[in-house]
């Protein structure tokens, strides 16, 4: 995947049109719409303004390898809250995150096993 695909396929995540990169970015809607179809290569000043206004990961944009580092504005508004909180009100919280996250990897392995089991009925 190209640099202009990823920026393309973040917009529309993002559900953010041309129109409003135009006004935040200071790009012409021409350069987006070049940008994103790879016929030029992306400005820096433009990716710079992506970064500071929508905290894009700039490391995924440019080479396709998530930063490890970067926190995306939900991990970083999550972050904000768990900061001011109580020391106990801060351990119920890490307490509830490793439940869910225990049951998220419990789902995952029962449908990878269900997705098995149901080939071995295929072949079997």
Same mark, same amino acid.
């Given at each position: 995947?190209?640099?202009?695909? +990823?920026?393309?396929?973040? +917009?529309?995540? @993002?559900?953010?049109?041309?129109?409003?990169?135009?006004?935040?970015?200071?790009?012409?809607?021409?350069?987006?719409?070049?940008?994103? @179809?790879? !016929?030029?290569?992306?400005?820096?000043?433009?990716?710079?303004?992506?970064?500071?206004?929508? @905290?894009?990961?700039?490391?995924?944009?440019?080479?396709?390898?998530?930063? !490890?580092?970067?926190?995306?504005?939900?991990?970083?508004?999550?972050?904000?809250?768990?900061?001011?909180?109580?020391?106990?009100? !801060?351990?119920?919280?890490? +307490?509830?995150?490793?439940?869910?996250?225990?049951?998220?990897?419990? @789902?995952?392995?029962?449908?990878?096993?269900?997705?098995?089991?149901?080939?071995?009925?295929?072949?079997?």
């Amino acid at each position: 995947m190209t640099i202009g695909e +990823r920026l393309r396929i973040w +917009r529309k995540e @993002n559900k953010i049109t041309t129109t409003q990169l135009q006004e935040i970015t200071g790009s012409s809607q021409a350069a987006i719409s070049y940008y994103e @179809n790879n !016929k030029r290569e992306v400005s820096i000043t433009y990716v710079i303004e992506l970064y500071k206004n929508f @905290n894009i990961d700039i490391i995924y944009i440019l080479t396709g390898e998530e930063d !490890k580092q970067h926190l995306t504005n939900e991990q970083e508004q999550l972050l904000q809250y768990f900061n001011i909180c109580d020391r106990e009100t !801060k351990e119920d919280i890490l +307490r509830f995150a490793k439940r869910c996250a225990a049951t998220q990897n419990n @789902n995952e392995e029962s449908a990878t096993e269900d997705k098995g089991k149901s080939s071995e009925y295929k072949t079997g």
